[in-house]
């Protein structure tokens, strides 16, 4: 999935800074528990996600971060430590959606009947 990534929190030793927006960036499963997330400039990071907001335009994803290559094993406990994320996610190809019933009111007052 592509799309405009903006940090609302990150650390100063992971290489997302925090309020930055990055564009055409590309999220994808990596396997049964992480994703791979891959900045246009190539930059690659392996996030943990715990929680996902789905909003109309967007997802709050809160993660664990992690830098490519010192992601910790599968099994086991490991000494590299992880980096709480907390990013918002806008998709490539969402478009925003109307009111409805906001559309149906317009359209009645332009149907209104005549009176004779």
Do not use: W
């Amino acid at each position: 999935m592509t799309g405009t990534l903006k940090v609302l929190n990150s650390h100063c030793t992971f290489f997302l800074k925090e309020r930055k927006t990055y564009n055409n960036v590309d999220i994808h499963f990596r396997d049964l528990h992480s994703h791979t997330l891959k900045l246009s400039n190539g930059k690659i990071a392996v996030i943990f996600i715990q929680a996902i907001t789905i909003e109309a335009e967007s997802m709050l994803i809160e993660a664990d971060g992690y830098n490519d290559g010192e992601e910790p094993a599968p099994v086991g406990y490991s000494d590299v430590p992880s980096i709480l994320l907390e990013l918002r996610f806008y998709p490539n190809g969402i478009t925003k959606q109307t009111n409805r019933q906001t559309d149906r009111q317009k359209n009645r007052s332009t149907h209104t009947k005549k009176k004779t």
